[in-house]
Structure formats: C-alpha cells, structure tokens
C-alpha cells in the first residue's frame, strides 16, 4: 500500500552553468522582467554541465519519497537510453516507478537548464513523452487504492488529466495535492474551479495565484489575503504560495501564516519550490500542522539549491527534523501567524 501516489512529467535534466551570461532587467508600467543573456553569434564557455532527472512531479515524488513516504509514481518516458536514466534514477531515491509508461513513438522528455552567476535559471524545454499521457496510461486501481494523490503541471496531449484526475479523486474520497503549470493557468480561473473543489492542499507561486485569481498585485498584504481568501472559496483546503527569495505564505482559511525563505548559498535554484511542497506536504500526511510543514518545507528547499540537480539535495524526514529543532526561537526557522484579516 503505497502513502502517496504523484502523477505528472518526468524528464532528464541537462544542467550548464555559464557564469558569463549577462542579466538584462527591463521594465515598465505594469512589471519589471529580467532576461538571462548570452552574446549573439558567440562562442561561451561553461563551468560545468551535470546529468539529472526532472519534472515537477517526480521531483516533488522524489522529495516525498526522501522523508519516508511510501510514493509511487506516473510519468510517461521514452523507450531510449535517457529513459532508461530516468526511471533508474528514480528507483534508486525510492520511487516505485512500475506504474511508467514507456513509448516509442516519442523520446523522453529533455530540459536543458542554463545557470547564471546569481544561482537563477532559464530552461529550454523538450516536452517529449512527458506531455503524452493519457487516460488509458493511468492505473486508476492503484489510484483508487491511495490515500493522497498528487498532480502536478501537465500540458499538451496530458492537459486533460488534469480535471479528470482531480475529478477522480473528488469521487473516491482521496486526498488531493495540487501544483498547477502554465497550462492550466490559461485555462482560466471559471474553468480550473472543479478542480479546485476537491483541493486539500494547493502549491502555487505568487505569480501564479495572482494569474490565477485575477487579484492585481497592488495593495500589499490585503492583495495577498483576497487571493488566498479566493482560493479557500474555490474549495482548496491549505494554500502555500511560494515567492522565492521572500519566503511563503500559507493559509488555511482561518490563519495565514509567512516564513522568510531559508538563507543557504544558491549553486541552482531548480528545484527549489518541488522541495518546498515535498517537504510541507510529508508534513502535513504525517500529522504536522502548516507551520511545522512550512519550516521542514524550507529548510529543503534550502538544501536543494545548494546543490546541481533538483533531487541531489534533498532531506530525509529525519535530517529535516534534526536541523528544525536546532533552529533557534525567532531564527530563520520562525513562522509569522496573523488571524485573516490582520495586516
């Protein structure tokens, strides 16, 4: 009997750092974007290139599995030699992989994630076979079976899973963690709200629940809670909205809760968010409340960045407890709870 089963991408990850690329910050009256530049027509040398698996979903399933959790997961991969990387890979974090979908027809999916100086990233993806699931690839008796399902970012051929997995869920009792992507953010808020009704637990970054909800990031901390009062509205349980460098917000309807983002030297921040929701969401199935899960959730995402490779960092449930219980009262560990409402 497995404790989660994760449902989503899984690709090879291809890491190159080149320190040498420039960061280009362009703004205007509605937002400010920094762009990761290369010289045209240039040759660029880089520091390093690093093999690892990837995909939203298998990173958080190979967080999951880290803390302890029985996990299975879902993904569909080539018949080739990068799949055969990837689900050995899996296998050896723990990840029960019997359940992959292996094709000919399409090669395993490819990221290539290009580092700058400051630790952030651009990715070219190559969505593959990673975006061809389908609903006769799906074990629906072992889902049925599981007491928490995860659904991560799906796109292209796959994007259908999505409501129908969350819908799925909904019917069988099954407790549902959702991390949406950019396809289901065009989607639209009218359209994702059936999902949303039967959300336990929902990962999203700030960006994404401002898209999401259509709140204009104006006001400051009242924006923050009308996007969250939105969500629980909608029928999510607890909402972690993720923003990087500032930290995380968490509400479950009743308190919202903020924790500053755990300070750790960034070799790469890949990953980081995946750790965030593997180390809250063990959490919070293991009985711990929001505040508990947001500090085990950045103290891995902290580890992670420290390192190439979304689940070379990773924790175990027992080095996250260790290293929360040496975090001193009002340290970076500290979590800031306010009623809703409050400023």
Same mark, same amino acid.
């Given at each position: 009997?497995?404790?989660?089963?994760?449902?989503?991408?899984?690709?090879?990850?291809?890491?190159?750092? &080149?320190?040498? #690329? !420039?960061?280009? =910050?362009?703004?205007?009256? /509605? $937002?400010?974007? %920094?762009? @990761?530049?290369?010289?045209?027509?240039?040759?660029?040398?880089?520091?390093?290139?690093?093999?690892?698996?990837?995909?939203?979903?298998?990173?958080?399933?190979?967080?999951?599995?880290?803390?302890?959790?029985?996990? &299975?997961?879902? #993904? !569909?991969?080539? =018949?080739?030699?990068?799949? /055969? $990387?990837?689900? %050995?890979? @899996?296998?050896?974090?723990?990840?029960?992989?019997?359940?992959?979908?292996?094709?000919?027809?399409?090669?395993?999916?490819?990221?290539?994630?290009?580092?700058?100086?400051?630790?952030?990233?651009?990715?070219?993806?190559?969505?593959? #076979?990673?975006?061809?699931?389908?609903?006769?690839?799906?074990?629906?008796?072992?889902?049925?079976?599981?007491?928490?399902?995860?659904?991560?970012?799906?796109?292209?051929?796959?994007?259908?899973?999505?409501?129908?997995?969350?819908?799925?869920?909904?019917?069988?009792?099954?407790?549902?963690?959702?991390?949406?992507?950019?396809?289901?953010?065009?989607?639209?808020?009218?359209?994702?709200?059936?999902?949303?009704?039967?959300?336990?637990?929902?990962?999203?970054?700030?960006?994404?629940?401002?898209?999401?909800?259509?709140?204009?990031?104006?006001?400051?901390?009242?924006?923050?809670?009308?996007?969250?009062?939105?969500?629980?509205?909608?029928?999510?349980?607890?909402?972690?909205?993720?923003?990087?460098?500032?930290?995380?917000?968490?509400?479950?309807?009743?308190?919202?809760?903020?924790?500053?983002?755990?300070?750790?030297?960034?070799?790469?921040?890949?990953?980081?968010?995946?750790?965030?929701?593997?180390?809250?969401?063990?959490?919070?199935?293991?009985?711990?409340?929001?505040?508990?899960?947001?500090?085990?959730?950045?103290?891995?995402?902290?580890?992670?960045?420290?390192?190439?490779?979304?689940?070379?960092?990773?924790?175990?449930?027992?080095?996250?407890?260790?290293?929360?219980?040496?975090?001193?009262?009002?340290?970076?560990?500290?979590?800031?709870?306010?009623?809703?409402?409050?400023?």
């Amino acid at each position: 009997m497995f404790d989660i089963a994760v449902v989503g991408t899984a690709t090879e990850d291809v890491f190159v750092k &080149a320190s040498e #690329a !420039k960061l280009i =910050e362009v703004a205007d009256a /509605d $937002r400010e974007t %920094t762009y @990761l530049a290369l010289e045209y027509g240039a040759k660029v040398s880089v520091e390093s290139l690093f093999l690892s698996v990837g995909g939203g979903s298998t990173n958080t399933a190979a967080g999951l599995a880290r803390m302890g959790l029985r996990t &299975a997961a879902v #993904a !569909k991969i080539g =018949e080739d030699e990068e799949g /055969d $990387r990837v689900q %050995t890979r @899996l296998q050896a974090l723990g990840i029960d992989t019997s359940r992959f979908v292996r094709t000919a027809e399409h090669c395993t999916g490819l990221s290539v994630i290009l580092t700058g100086f400051t630790g952030d990233r651009t990715i070219l993806t190559y969505r593959g #076979a990673s975006s061809q699931l389908s609903e006769a690839d799906l074990p629906w008796d072992l889902l049925q079976e599981v007491p928490w399902l995860f659904v991560g970012s799906m796109s292209g051929p796959s994007a259908p899973l999505f409501m129908q997995l969350a819908d799925f869920a909904g019917a069988h009792g099954i407790k549902l963690a959702l991390n949406p992507g950019g396809h289901q953010l065009k989607v639209g808020w009218e359209k994702l709200r059936p999902a949303l009704e039967h959300c336990t637990v929902l990962f999203v970054n700030k960006q994404e629940a401002y898209k999401l909800t259509g709140v204009e990031p104006r006001r400051g901390t009242a924006d923050e809670e009308e996007m969250m009062r939105r969500l629980h509205v909608a029928g999510c349980g607890t909402v972690f909205v993720t923003a990087g460098s500032e930290g995380v917000e968490a509400s479950d309807g009743q308190e919202r809760h903020s924790i500053p983002a755990y300070k750790a030297p960034a070799v790469s921040t890949v990953g980081a968010g995946d750790a965030f929701a593997a180390g809250a969401l063990a959490t919070l199935i293991r009985g711990g409340d929001i505040p508990q899960a947001m500090r085990i959730g950045a103290l891995n995402a902290g580890s992670v960045i420290q390192r190439y490779g979304a689940t070379e960092g990773l924790l175990t449930w027992e080095m996250a407890n260790r290293q929360d219980q040496e975090c001193e009262v009002g340290g970076p560990c500290a979590v800031r709870k306010t009623e809703m409402g409050e400023g």
